[in-house]
Protein backbone atom coordinates (compact mmCIF):
# COMPACT_ATOMS: atom_id res chain seq x y z
CA UNK A 1 0.00 0.00 0.00
CA UNK A 2 1.28 3.03 -1.31
CA UNK A 3 1.99 5.59 1.77
CA UNK A 4 2.89 9.12 0.90
CA UNK A 5 3.42 12.16 4.01
CA UNK A 6 3.50 15.47 4.02
CA UNK A 7 5.39 17.81 6.02
CA UNK A 8 6.67 21.85 6.47
CA UNK A 9 3.03 23.19 6.79
CA UNK A 10 2.83 26.41 9.52
CA UNK A 11 2.11 29.95 10.23
CA UNK A 12 3.89 32.28 7.89
CA UNK A 13 3.29 35.86 7.70
CA UNK A 14 1.91 37.38 4.53
CA UNK A 15 5.17 37.38 1.60
CA UNK A 16 7.32 35.07 3.19
CA UNK A 17 8.43 31.61 2.45
CA UNK A 18 7.56 27.68 3.24
CA UNK A 19 9.13 24.85 2.11
CA UNK A 20 6.56 21.21 1.83
CA UNK A 21 8.18 17.71 1.31
CA UNK A 22 6.00 14.54 0.71
CA UNK A 23 7.77 11.37 1.32
CA UNK A 24 6.13 8.33 -0.55
CA UNK A 25 6.66 4.53 0.75
CA UNK A 26 5.80 1.28 0.06
CA UNK A 27 5.81 1.85 -3.78
CA UNK A 28 5.04 -1.52 -5.73
CA UNK A 29 6.40 0.23 -9.08
CA UNK A 30 9.70 3.02 -9.27
CA UNK A 31 8.79 5.74 -7.64
CA UNK A 32 10.18 6.99 -11.06
CA UNK A 33 6.77 5.70 -12.95
CA UNK A 34 4.51 7.65 -10.79
CA UNK A 35 4.01 11.54 -11.67
CA UNK A 36 2.86 13.33 -8.27
CA UNK A 37 1.36 16.36 -7.54
CA UNK A 38 0.34 18.92 -5.07
CA UNK A 39 -2.96 19.82 -4.09
CA UNK A 40 -4.72 22.11 -2.00
CA UNK A 41 -8.50 22.55 -0.10
CA UNK A 42 -8.90 26.45 1.00
CA UNK A 43 -11.18 26.55 4.19
CA UNK A 44 -14.30 26.21 2.54
CA UNK A 45 -13.71 25.11 -1.09
CA UNK A 46 -13.30 22.67 -3.49
CA UNK A 47 -9.63 21.09 -3.70
CA UNK A 48 -7.55 22.04 -6.14
CA UNK A 49 -4.79 21.88 -8.04
CA UNK A 50 -1.68 23.38 -7.30
CA UNK A 51 1.24 21.79 -9.14
CA UNK A 52 2.37 18.55 -10.94
CA UNK A 53 5.80 16.94 -11.64
CA UNK A 54 5.81 13.92 -13.92
CA UNK A 55 7.66 10.61 -12.92
CA UNK A 56 11.32 12.09 -14.36
CA UNK A 57 10.89 15.23 -13.14
CA UNK A 58 11.28 16.92 -16.60
CA UNK A 59 7.76 17.97 -16.87
CA UNK A 60 6.06 20.66 -14.54
CA UNK A 61 3.03 22.52 -14.34
CA UNK A 62 1.22 25.11 -12.31
CA UNK A 63 -2.03 26.09 -11.33
CA UNK A 64 -1.99 30.12 -12.47
CA UNK A 65 -2.46 31.38 -9.37
CA UNK A 66 1.07 30.32 -7.80
CA UNK A 67 3.24 30.38 -11.38
CA UNK A 68 6.41 31.94 -10.42
CA UNK A 69 5.87 31.85 -6.51
CA UNK A 70 6.08 27.93 -6.28
CA UNK A 71 8.40 25.66 -7.31
CA UNK A 72 7.62 21.91 -7.47
CA UNK A 73 10.78 19.38 -7.44
CA UNK A 74 11.48 15.64 -6.77
CA UNK A 75 14.46 13.47 -6.36
CA UNK A 76 13.36 10.14 -7.19
CA UNK A 77 16.71 8.43 -5.28
CA UNK A 78 15.14 9.36 -1.79
CA UNK A 79 11.46 8.90 -3.11
CA UNK A 80 10.62 12.60 -2.29
CA UNK A 81 8.90 15.59 -3.75
CA UNK A 82 9.06 19.29 -2.43
CA UNK A 83 7.41 22.42 -3.06
CA UNK A 84 8.97 25.61 -2.17
CA UNK A 85 6.10 28.43 -1.77
CA UNK A 86 7.40 32.14 -1.89
CA UNK A 87 5.52 35.51 -1.15
CA UNK A 88 2.96 33.40 0.45
CA UNK A 89 -0.35 35.45 0.25
CA UNK A 90 -3.48 34.82 2.43
CA UNK A 91 -5.47 33.49 -0.35
CA UNK A 92 -3.05 30.65 -0.01
CA UNK A 93 -3.62 29.99 2.93
CA UNK A 94 -5.18 25.66 2.34
CA UNK A 95 -4.65 21.98 3.52
CA UNK A 96 -2.04 21.10 1.34
CA UNK A 97 -2.35 17.36 -0.03
CA UNK A 98 0.17 15.40 -1.76
CA UNK A 99 -0.86 13.02 -4.01
CA UNK A 100 0.82 10.16 -6.90
CA UNK A 101 -0.71 8.73 -9.92
CA UNK A 102 0.17 5.19 -11.25
CA UNK A 103 1.77 6.42 -14.28
CA UNK A 104 4.27 9.06 -15.38
CA UNK A 105 2.32 11.45 -17.05
CA UNK A 106 1.34 14.81 -15.11
CA UNK A 107 -2.26 15.19 -14.26
CA UNK A 108 -4.14 18.25 -13.02
CA UNK A 109 -7.07 16.87 -12.03
CA UNK A 110 -8.05 15.02 -8.26
CA UNK A 111 -9.55 11.78 -9.94
CA UNK A 112 -6.53 11.20 -12.10
CA UNK A 113 -4.18 10.69 -8.86
CA UNK A 114 -4.75 7.44 -7.26
CA UNK A 115 -3.06 7.57 -3.52
CA UNK A 116 -3.27 10.77 -1.40
CA UNK A 117 -1.42 11.58 1.95
CA UNK A 118 -2.95 13.16 5.11
CA UNK A 119 -2.38 16.86 4.08
CA UNK A 120 -0.33 19.42 5.96
CA UNK A 121 -1.96 23.14 7.13
CA UNK A 122 -0.91 25.98 5.55
CA UNK A 123 -1.61 29.17 7.47
CA UNK A 124 -0.76 32.60 6.14
CA UNK A 125 -1.09 35.47 8.11
CA UNK A 126 -2.01 39.24 6.72
Known amino acids: QVQLMESGGGLVQDGGSLSLSCVAS??????????MGWFRQPPGKEREFVAT????????SYAHFVKGRFTIARDNAKNTMSLQMNGLKSEDTAVYYC?????????????????WGQGTQVTVAS
Open 99 to 115: AARDRPETGLEPPEYDY
Open 26 to 35: AFGRTFSGSA
Open 53 to 60: ISGSGLTT
